[in-house]
């Protein structure tokens, strides 16, 4: 088994590979150290075969331990050592020993979508810890699982998950297409698999939902949507989404209902005022000032007096400004990004408003925009949103309100025409519940 192992991997600086002899049989075992649980190879192999020796028990411990799994392919013993796992050859046969290493043993705590009344655990980085925490959230016999590998060289395991009574079939099936159809060497991320099996490289909104939470990922399993969990990653994708999907969290199931609905009544408004305001400004103050009354027009272009060019020129430095603040204080060190990014861009608006750069009312919108753009709670829809404003803003440069008004009916159409695994993005999901549990009431009966 080591010669062949040998040719295999090349010998690697990494791999122990030992031939054991305890005084009545020999054995050789394989095993990378870095990647397998020391303490485990020394309580299930080890001191069996060394401190504890008997040739029926160590020979029925192989053959009915579930952690021993006969390997009798020998080109699938590379890719056994490289998961973590020790090959053993006794009596002529090859087997594998699960004793892979595991870097977490507890839930992570939300970072991305933190919540004030619900749990506070999210997935982490370890597959089966993952799978534990989904089935701990969503106990229920008809979930159901499906394991796959994906990725040339990365091998990384995938599971996916739905319920199998209330699943939206055509969806399930082509998923498991596009899945199928993927052809990538390295696979790290959830989002990175989320990119190319939903085709959104070309999208301007997403059409997977990313999450970290597992009561999130649960409701969705409940509402008929499939999850997919990544080995090595701490976000779940959730599959077909709508438009609404993006803009619900958590907090609005554990609020009062009236409560959870004006919260987010008002998350609308700011992703409508994030994606035009600095369009609309751009369009009153320099084509269309008539939709303001003569006082606040007056006080508009009394604010611009000292601003030497266009207005549309002084919206792209100060949303040049907040993207480059709000990059700043995701790159820096946590402990020193937010105040970095407020004291900068304290600094930097009153600056640039002294020296005559924008205007007051700039530093306004400006301020607006950044807040708003800050209430959406999917990261994902919130990049989206904030590269759909630069498209209202070229269009009310050559266009003023006429182009506001009709790249919002364009990004409607658009929005209309896009489809999720087969699901229209802006339907209400409820309908589709209802005609699934109409289809299955007719089938039943």
């Known amino acids: 088994m080591l010669d062949r192992i040998k040719s295999i991997l090349?010998?690697?600086?990494?791999?122990?590979?030992?031939?054991?002899?305890?005084?009545?049989?020999?054995?050789?075992?394989?095993?990378?150290?870095?990647?397998?649980?020391?303490?485990?190879?020394?309580?299930?192999?080890?001191?069996?075969?060394?401190?504890?020796?008997?040739?029926?028990?160590?020979?029925?411990?192989?053959?009915?331990?579930?952690?021993?799994?006969?390997?009798?392919?020998?080109?699938?013993?590379?890719?056994?050592?490289?998961?973590?796992?020790?090959?053993?050859?006794?009596?002529?046969?090859?087997?594998?020993?699960?004793?892979?290493?595991?870097?977490?043993?507890?839930?992570?705590?939300?970072?991305?979508?933190?919540?004030?009344?619900?749990?506070?655990?999210?997935?982490?980085?370890?597959?089966?810890?993952?799978?534990?925490?989904?089935?701990?959230?969503?106990?229920?016999?008809?979930?159901?699982?499906?394991?796959?590998?994906?990725?040339?060289?990365?091998?990384?395991?995938?599971?996916?998950?739905?319920?199998?009574?209330?699943?939206?079939?055509?969806?399930?099936?082509?998923?498991?297409?596009?899945?199928?159809?993927?052809?990538?060497?390295?696979?790290?991320?959830?989002?990175?698999?989320?990119?190319?099996?939903?085709?959104?490289?070309?999208?301007?909104?997403?059409?997977?939902?990313?999450?970290?939470?597992?009561?999130?990922?649960?409701?969705?399993i409940q509402r008929g949507k499939v999850a997919l969990l990544v080995d090595g990653s701490r976000f779940a994708i959730a599959l077909p989404v709508r438009f609404f999907d993006f803009m619900h969290a958590m907090d609005d199931d554990y609020e009062p209902f009236w409560m959870g609905r004006l919260i987010i009544a008002f998350r609308y408004i700011g992703m409508l005022l994030s994606m035009t305001l600095p369009s609309l400004y751009i369009s009153i103050s320099s084509y269309n000032p008539e939709f303001f009354r003569v006082q606040l027009a007056f006080s508009v272009d009394g604010s611009r007096a000292a601003v030497p060019y266009p207005s549309f020129i002084e919206v792209f430095i100060m949303l040049f400004m907040i993207e480059a603040l709000i990059e700043a204080s995701i790159r820096l060190?946590?402990?020193?990004?937010?105040?970095?990014?407020?004291?900068?861009?304290?600094?930097?608006?009153?600056?640039?408003?002294?020296?005559?750069?924008?205007?007051?009312?700039?530093?306004?919108?400006?301020?607006?925009?950044?807040?708003?753009?800050?209430?959406?709670?999917?990261?994902?829809?919130?990049?989206?949103?904030?590269a759909m404003k630069y498209i209202f803003v070229v269009a009310s440069i050559f266009y003023g309100m006429v182009g506001v008004i009709i790249t919002m009916f364009l990004v409607v159409v658009y929005l209309c025409n896009l489809r999720s695994f087969g699901q229209p993005y802006l339907s209400l999901f409820k309908q589709g519940e209802e005609q699934r549990r109409a289809r299955r009431g007719a089938e039943s009966s």
């Open 333 to 386: 060190p946590r402990f020193v990004g937010s105040t970095a990014a407020t004291v900068g861009g304290l600094i930097l608006g009153q600056a640039a408003q002294q020296a005559g750069l924008v205007s007051s009312i700039m530093i306004i919108v400006t301020s607006v925009v950044a807040i708003s753009n800050f209430v959406i709670p999917n990261s994902s829809f919130s990049y989206s949103i904030r």
């Open 10 to 220: 090349k010998d690697p600086a990494d791999l122990t590979m030992e031939t054991m002899d305890n005084g009545y049989t020999r054995m050789e075992l394989c095993f990378f150290p870095s990647m397998c649980d020391l303490k485990e190879i020394k309580d299930g192999i080890l001191i069996p075969f060394s401190y504890r020796f008997d040739p029926d028990e160590f020979r029925r411990m192989l053959n009915s331990d579930l952690c021993f799994i006969e390997a009798g392919k020998p080109e699938e013993w590379g890719n056994m050592l490289l998961k973590g796992c020790a090959l053993l050859e006794y009596e002529g046969k090859v087997f594998c020993y699960a004793a892979i290493r595991k870097m977490q043993d507890k839930p992570a705590d939300t970072e991305v979508e933190a919540s004030l009344q619900g749990p506070q655990s999210a997935f982490t980085e370890d597959l089966d810890l993952n799978t534990y925490l989904l089935r701990l959230r969503y106990n229920s016999p008809t979930l159901q699982a499906e394991k796959l590998e994906k990725g040339e060289l990365s091998n990384t395991r995938i599971m996916i998950f739905y319920d199998r009574n209330l699943v939206d079939e055509p969806s399930l099936e082509e998923l498991r297409k596009k899945l199928k159809n993927i052809e990538m060497k390295l696979v790290q991320a959830s989002g990175q698999l989320g990119m190319y099996m939903g085709g959104s490289r070309f999208s301007m909104f997403p059409i997977t939902l990313k999450t970290e939470r597992p009561d999130r990922i649960a409701q969705l």
